[in-house]
Nanobody, 124 residues
């Protein structure tokens, strides 16, 4: 069984920074991608950033709303992904979910996983 565990949310003033972390643990053969989704109050969950691994190379993509402010980084050896969020805005408030597609070492099947979510509040 594989699970994702997130950490790093909290309260920050506009213009401030936060760093979210997510670790995958369990029977992992490989991870196809890891990323973060944002769900603002009363809205649907949206992709913020994702790193996809192909032939041992990581490719990152970002939502337009966070380009230049957020940076995603993945440690393939540790099965972790971090999201550095700078110049935070009130509209960045919401729950952030870690998301990954993991191939299990038990049956080599890929499954999409979600973390429990971590709350980020940007307010003065």
């Amino acid at each position: 069984q594989v699970q994702l565990v997130e950490s790093g949310g909290g309260l920050v003033q506009p213009g401030g920074s936060l760093r979210l972390s997510c670790a995958a643990s369990g029977s992992i053969y490989s991870i196809n991608y890891m990323g973060w989704y944002h769900q603002a109050p009363g809205k649907e969950r949206e992709l913020v950033a994702r790193i996809t691994t192909r032939a041992s190379t990581n490719y990152a993509n970002y939502a337009d709303s966070v380009k230049g402010r957020f940076t995603i980084a993945r440690d393939n050896a540790k099965n972790t992904v971090n999201l550095q969020m700078n110049s935070l805005k009130p509209e960045d408030t919401g729950v952030y979910y870690c998301n990954a597609e993991v191939r299990s070492s038990m049956n080599l099947r890929s499954v999409e996983l979600w973390g429990q979510g971590t709350l980020v509040t940007v307010s003065s």
